[in-house]
């Protein structure tokens, strides 16, 4: 968990990873998890940077 990084750490999908690898649970449980965990944080940084786009004057890609 230390590769994510501290604030991703922090958020409750990652702390449920976290959960099920150290109740050793079933790889399929933690592997789709894990996945989901992924895209939540995708899509977290996706609507972060389109705010911050937004919020400026000239209009840029969101995905320079």
Known sequence: MAAIGKQRELRRHWQHVRKLILEEADVVAVGWQLRLA???????????????????????????
């Open 38 to 64: 992924v895209l939540k944080d995708a899509k977290l940084d996706v609507a972060r940077r389109h705010v911050v786009q937004v919020g400026r004057s000239s209009v840029r890609p969101i995905f320079c």
